[in-house]
């Protein structure tokens, strides 16, 4: 069993905004819009998720659990109100990534932590589904 890219997106992007973004791996349309890179490892006893996002904070992330869908999101804007500004470079940006969870992880048990850069979410697996090592079985 692994975890699985989940795509809500109902939205279908214009042909240009998809090739430049999707065929040559180039974001030329929209330049604040960026999804971190994610790894997703299956061990003995649990999955791990984990995404570079580097600058950010631990309060930035609102990570939730939907009809065994893990949503993982951020929002931040960079803006300063300010009456003498003449001009806001500052941004906006978000992300949202969504990983279908498989039947064999332990719902209640699943843990996010934050740490240089990296976000990582720890899915253990129930107890009857954590796979035993071979062993070999000798004639006696």
Avoid at 44 to 67: Q, R
Wanted: proline share 4%; aromatic share 8%; no cysteine.
């Amino acid at each position: 069993m692994r975890i699985v890219k989940y795509n809500n997106n109902n939205n279908f992007p214009s042909l240009m905004n998809q090739f430049f973004n999707e065929d040559f791996g180039m974001n030329l349309i929209n330049r604040n819009h960026s999804v971190p890179s994610v790894n997703s490892i299956e061990n003995n006893d649990s999955f791990e998720i984990d995404l570079a996002v580097p600058g950010m904070k631990k309060d930035d992330f609102k990570i939730e659990l939907i009809d065994k869908v893990l949503i993982i999101s951020s929002e931040n804007s960079n803006t300063i109100e300010n009456d003498n500004m003449r001009l806001n470079e500052f941004n906006y940006s978000s992300f949202q990534r969504s990983f279908r969870i498989p039947e064999s992880v332990e719902l209640d048990k699943i843990k996010a932590n934050y740490k240089n850069g990296i976000l990582k979410i720890k899915l253990p697996k129930k107890k009857d589904s954590i796979t035993k090592p071979n062993r070999v079985i000798e004639i006696g």
